[in-house]
């Protein structure tokens, strides 16, 4: 019996002094300090793959997420603190365990979901604390279900002390200034939009508004006034991305000039929001299989836009566009820092290269150098429409104007003559030319034209005084203030003499009769261009009568409600 026992504590002390050399040879082929990765089907675990050192890898070129779940392990036997957190890139994931160990092989073990991991407020990143053990951790091992970005595993490092992620006011502050100045151009564009109702100005708004958001949740700067679940703030991210550059794309569309870029041009980039989100679902929602390739496409997915704003930008620089330059000034570090993040993201570095902050300031100078070009836009299209309306007018009044004498026509005064009367021309004269066809069938019609001319010109108007020819040789004044009558009498009889003096050769003086009404000043008689005509072409026609070269002038009165005539 004592020889069983004796055989029995032999073979338990071989056991324990082979498990002993084997401990430190499968220690001794990972490196001091050292991250190491293996792949595992869903119903391994570490205790199942630390025997077997083939299956870790320990340079990040040769890691990536396509497997089922993914074991990371970190070597801490030259840590001179044992680790309180572990902190990493903000990435969605199935599931997920961490599990420490001593130098005995002794465990303590934690299972994590998305709601044990708290953003960090500075960068885009979240952290989550470590499970505690009683003796000093010789390695931690974290299994990964379903990480959406190999960034979750290469950006992944154990901290010590109080904090996971310090807080750094220097950063924050500076984000929360870039996101001020984002809202100043948002403000400018919806108050300019209120006025000028540019298509231009509504897409540069949303547009700001999108990458204002996508910086607030990037930088984490929101995770200081908001609780969202990764969920949450990988679905908003995404989302402003996508956002942002269809935007972007309408924006510049409409911002290019006429005449700069075919219907061809501006369709293709309106048709960005055909092309955005089907790459953002598949982003967001890729399972399986797909998983793997969600990232690295999905970034890749940038590169037809990129080079779709080239060449609508080369175009539009060819054709003369003066906008162009703002955008290709405000384009270029933003498609720098994409084509960066596409190119680590598809193995041209050891690990993708997400490049954030400088995405931050990179949006900021897109949108500083685009609300230039939104204020350029403006200041060209108020002087294009300041030079129209000046056209226009200048027809308006060419339409309004009599082509011979350059006097204002009936048409002119008919449509104005409401407001003049308000204004205080409540006097109508009308005139005529006496014997005018004599002149024509004797001199001609240059030598007509020659007269109407220079009865024109005594007939000058000024600031109480309005000429219109209404046609012929006939010709109308409204007159305001003081003397009407006497002002315009020595109107007509100033016709006589400007054509003696201008038009030689005539064999008589050319007069003038006149037919003068006044309404009263304080406005008690209204009436209408029509009414007071009648009444002065009646008194033309009573000077004419009357034996020509006069004026007969009528004052219209309100006395009992009834008009007389005095």
């Known amino acids: 019996m004592p020889d069983m026992r004796w055989r029995m504590t032999g073979h338990l002390w071989l056991l324990l002094c082979a498990l002993a050399a084997a401990a430190p040879a499968f220690a001794a ?10 792949a595992a089907n869903a119903n391994e675990d570490y205790r199942a793959l630390s025997g077997d050192p083939a299956r870790w890898h320990c340079r990040i070129e040769d890691w990536s997420i396509h497997a089922p779940r993914l074991i990371l392990r970190f070597d801490l036997r030259k840590a001179s603190e044992a680790p309180d957190f572990l902190v990493t890139r903000l990435t969605r994931f199935h599931s997920m365990r961490i599990s420490v160990i001593d130098g005995t092989g002794k465990a303590a073990s934690r299972r994590l979901t998305e709601t044990d991991w708290k953003p960090a407020t500075t960068d885009w990143t979240m952290s989550t604390k470590l499970p505690r ?33 310090p807080a750094s006011p220097r950063h924050e502050l500076l984000i929360a200034m870039l996101c001020g100045m984002l809202c100043m151009p948002l403000l400018f564009n919806l108050a300019f939009y209120r006025v000028l109702s540019e298509r231009f100005l509504f897409w540069h708004a949303l547009s700001t508004t999108f990458m204002l958001a996508h910086t607030l949740i990037t930088s984490g700067l929101i995770n200081r006034f908001t609780a969202l679940s990764l969920d949450q703030l990988s679905i908003a991210s995404t989302t402003m991305v996508g956002g942002g550059i269809i935007t972007a794309s ?59 704003f080239v060449w609508v930008m080369a175009v539009a620089y060819a054709r ?31 690990t993708p290269l997400e490049m954030l902050v400088e995405q ?5 100078l897109e949108v500083i150098i685009t609300s230039l070009g ?9 002087r294009q429409r300041d030079l129209a309306l000046a056209e226009m007018r200048i027809f308006e009044d060419r339409a309004d104007r009599d082509p011979l004498t350059g006097l204002f026509n009936r048409r002119a005064i008919e449509q104005r003559f409401a407001t003049l009367h308000a204004e205080g021309f409540r006097a109508m004269a009308v005139l005529d030319l006496d014997k005018f066809k004599s002149i024509n069938d004797t001199h001609g019609h240059m030598k007509g034209d020659a007269v109407l001319c220079a009865a024109a010109s005594a007939l000058a108007p000024d600031p109480d005084t309005i000429a219109v020819r209404l046609g012929g040789e ?14 315009a009498d020595r109107r007509r009889q100033a016709i006589a003499t400007r054509i003696a003096a201008e038009v030689p050769g005539l064999d008589r003086i050319v007069t003038a009769s006149m037919g003068l009404v006044e309404t009263p000043a304080d406005g008690t008689l209204t009436t209408d261009f029509s ?23 009528e004052k219209l009165q309100i006395f009992s409600g009834r008009r007389i005539a005095a």
Not at 29 to 38: K, Q, T
Not at 360 to 364: D, L
Not at 474 to 487: K, N, P, Q, S, Y
Not at 531 to 553: P, S
């Open 320 to 350: 003369g566009s003066r906008a162009v330059y703002f955008q290709l000034a405000a384009w270029t570090p933003m498609m720098v820092t994409s084509l960066v993040r596409i190119v680590s993201s598809l193995g041209a570095t050891d």
């Open 29 to 38: 082929s990972f490196p001091h300090g050292s991250a190491c990765l293996a």
């Open 360 to 364: 931050h300031y990179a949006m900021g």
């Open 474 to 487: 006939e010709f109308l004044l409204l007159l305001r203030g003081h003397d009407i009558a006497v002002r």
């Open 531 to 553: 009414r007071l005509y009648a009444h002065c072409d009646r008194l033309l026609y009573e000077a004419k009568d009357a034996g020509r070269n006069r004026t007969m002038q």
């Open 133 to 165: 053990i009683d003796g000093a951790p010789a390695a931690i091992f974290v299994e990964i279900d379903g990480p959406r970005h190999l960034g979750m595993l290469t950006d992944a490092r154990l901290v010590a002390g109080r904090e996971a992620i």
């Open 374 to 382: 939104v204020i350029d836009r403006l200041i060209t299209i108020r």
């Open 250 to 308: 309408f924006f510049a569309a409409d911002l290019i000039e006429t005449g700069k870029l075919d219907p061809l041009h501006r369709r293709a980039l309106r048709c960005v929001v055909f092309w955005v989100p089907p790459w953002t679902l598949f982003y967001l929602f890729a399972e399986g299989p797909l998983l793997a390739l969600a990232a690295p496409l999905y970034l890749a997915s940038f590169l037809p836009l990129i080079v779709l």
